[in-house]
């Protein structure tokens, strides 16, 4: 399985830019983003569940961050606005199979696929 994780790029900080995350043609049961910001661990920022279309967002990007999908292209989106220069980071898309609970969505040992990482930079 080959996750393509794109979209990244420079913003200036309160603009937006959109992620998206495709794989091989296929759907899997959650979808997720996490992020490293330079010099910290990896944390989780949003996940997504394919059958019931439900979200989950880490508390630091409610509000200006939004999951959604297109169903004709299998691909999962992550719309990011009012960009902060604390989400300058490298974003990761990670899939699993199978649809994993809330409670377990923003841990990274749940995920068996990851993407190869897109950089976003928000200059301030």
């Known amino acids: 399985v080959q996750l393509q994780a794109s979209g990244g790029g420079l913003v200036q900080a309160g603009g937006s830019l959109r992620l998206s995350c495709a794989a091989s043609?296929?759907?899997?049961?959650?979808y997720a983003w996490f992020r490293r910001a330079p010099g910290k661990e990896r944390t989780f920022v949003a996940a997504?569940?394919?059958?019931?279309?439900?979200?989950q967002y880490a508390d630091s990007v409610k509000g200006r961050f939004t999951m959604s999908r297109d169903m004709a292209k299998k691909t999962v989106y992550l719309q990011m606005n009012s960009l902060k220069s604390e989400d300058t980071a490298v974003y990761y898309c990670?899939?699993?199979?199978?649809?994993?609970?809330?409670?377990?969505?923003?841990?990274?040992?749940?995920?068996?696929?990851w993407g190869q990482g897109t950089q976003v930079t928000v200059s301030s």
């Open positions: 043609g296929r759907t899997f049961g959650t």
């Open positions: 997504y569940t394919w059958s019931d279309n439900n979200k």
């Open positions: 990670a899939t699993r199979e199978n649809r994993i609970i809330p409670a377990y969505r923003p841990m990274d040992a749940y995920y068996e696929y």
